[in-house]
T-cell receptor, first 115, second 113 residues
Framework: EAGVTQSPTHLIKTRGQQATLRCSPISGHTSVYWYQQALGLGLQFLLWYDEGEERNRGNFPPRFSGRQFPNYSSELNVNALELEDSALYLC??????????????FGQGTRLTVV | SQQGEEDPQALSIQEGENATMNCSYKTSINNLQWYRQNSGRGLVHLILIRSNEREKHSGRLRVTLDTSKKSSSLLITASRAADTASYFCATDGAFGGRRALTFGSGTRLQVQP
């Protein structure tokens, strides 16, 4: 069974540009989480999508946005890139059984570098 | 602010010793999970403990949960050099009526051979 896949693996953009990151969850998983991990730091929660809808959002400016498609894959868009947006962006998927949650499965991340 | 906070931030031990990492959180949870991350890669799930459980074992891992103190600990026994990684706790709880999986800042474990 394929795990969570993220693309691209690496992305280099210049300041002011837009970046689009993609995530395919494990088959059958309806929830997708996005996290930002700056170098050497912990995971900062960005967005949570479930069943095609945004369920929760972290403390990030509106230029961070995303969506979830009918096949549960997801896209993270970062507009007007700033140097401090350089980080590893991790996507995770899970299946909410409704009985208290289940583990999240992570992709290998997209390393975004803004120059 | 982060829901879960681990301590210590960094831990260095010798192979064969036990490693203990702690996690504190602030609000009610459905469960608490521990994950491992090898240098800048994706996280791997280690163990999940539900809010009505107090202790759980998986191989060399032992997790405890004290909901009255809003804290958890992860014990790795007989550590190996391959255990070198960052370890994160994650709380699965409700925030404003909406669930989220929230991670702490992690403990960097270095096991010296």
């Amino acid at each position: 069974e394929a795990g969570v896949t993220q693309s691209p693996t690496h992305l280099i953009k210049t300041r002011g540009q837009q970046a689009t990151l993609r995530c395919s969850p494990i088959s059958g998983h309806t929830s997708v989480y996005w996290y930002q991990q700056a170098l050497g730091l912990g995971l900062q929660f960005l967005l949570w999508y479930d069943e095609g809808e945004e369920r929760n959002r972290g403390n990030f400016p509106p230029r961070f946005s995303g969506r979830q498609f009918p096949n549960y894959s997801s896209e993270l868009n970062v507009n007007a890139l700033e140097l401090e947006d350089s980080a590893l962006y991790l996507c995770a998927s899970s299946f909410d059984s409704g009985t208290g949650g289940t583990e999240a499965f992570f992709g290998q991340g997209t390393r975004l570098t803004v120059v | 602010s982060q829901q879960g906070e681990e301590d210590p931030q960094a831990l260095s031990i010798q192979e064969g010793e036990n490693a203990t990492m702690n996690c504190s959180y602030k609000t009610s949870i459905n469960n608490l999970q521990w994950y491992r991350q090898n240098s800048g890669r994706g996280l791997v799930h280690l163990i999940l403990i539900r809010s009505n459980e107090r202790e759980k074992h998986s191989g060399r891992l032992r997790v405890t949960l004290d909901t009255s103190k809003k804290s958890s600990s992860l014990l790795i026994t007989a550590s190996r050099a391959a255990d070198t990684a960052s370890y994160f706790c994650a709380t699965d709880g409700a925030f404003g009526g909406r669930r989220a999986l929230t991670f702490g800042s992690g403990t960097r474990l270095q096991v010296q051979p």
